[in-house]
């Protein structure tokens, strides 16, 4: 079946950091990918997505590419600020389905 | 704006007590989707709507309903709440098409069963 694995966390990075959070996929066919982010408080919001293989999506200094030889999206940032602390969600979707398979979210802390 | 809202934001109810949580878009979206969110679990799938008078079960759906009588609106309701149902609750809704569309998520409720 059709499923997502993410890195577990908490992640505690320093400000300026580097940061990937991993995420792999299975599913069949050609799925679509996703990051989402959820704020404290909040609910989740998109951050970027990729539908096809090779894409990358980027947004606020984030990306992820959409690896199909090694069904990955790692989530990657080069510098990390206090206010990307939050829980950072990878989904998959298929086909014409509104249906999204979530990962179980990795919670990032960054300290000053 | 468009948006998607859910009300109540918090709820207490007592067990046994049939609940009914809100969630209306103005988006136009044909597909709308609740879940639930707990330690541990990351989001559940409750229930799905890709359209009026479709509702289809999702992962968790034991102990849940929704209609779709219009667009705009997906109310979940808790026929007879249990202390297992103590969680955030979240609605979203997405555009149908070819692939499948980004989900917009409400605020969320955070719904406490004693």
């Known amino acids: 079946g059709n499923s997502v694995t993410q890195m577990e966390g908490p992640v505690t990075l320093s400000e300026e950091a580097f940061l990937t959070i991993n995420c792999t996929y299975t599913a069949t066919g050609y799925p679509s990918l996703f990051w989402y982010v959820q704020y404290p408080g909040e609910g989740l919001q998109l951050l970027l997505k990729?539908?096809?293989?090779?894409d990358k999506g980027s947004n606020k200094g984030f990306e992820a590419t959409y690896r199909k030889e090694t069904t990955s999206f790692h989530l990657e940032k080069g510098s990390v600020q206090v206010s990307d602390s939050a829980v950072y969600f990878c989904a998959l979707g298929r086909g014409s389905q509104g249906n999204l398979i979530f990962g179980k979210g990795t919670k990032l802390s960054v300290k000053p | 704006d468009a948006e998607i809202t859910q009300s109540p934001r918090h709820k207490i109810t007592e067990t046994g007590r049939q609940v009914t949580l809100a969630c209306h878009q103005t988006?136009?979206?044909?597909?709308m989707f609740w879940y639930r969110q707990d330690l541990g679990h990351g989001l559940r799938l409750i229930h799905y709507?890709?359209?009026?008078?479709?509702?289809n079960k999702g992962e968790v759906s034991d102990g849940y309903s929704v209609s779709r009588s219009n667009t705009e609106d997906l109310p979940l309701t808790l026929e007879s709440a249990a202390s297992s149902q103590t969680s955030v609750y979240f609605c979203a809704s997405s555009q149908s098409g070819a692939k499948v569309d980004t989900q917009y998520f409400g605020p969320g409720t955070r719904l406490t069963v004693l």
């Open positions: 709507s890709y359209g009026v008078q479709d509702t």
């Open positions: 990729a539908t096809k293989a090779d």
């Open positions: 988006w136009n979206h044909n597909n």
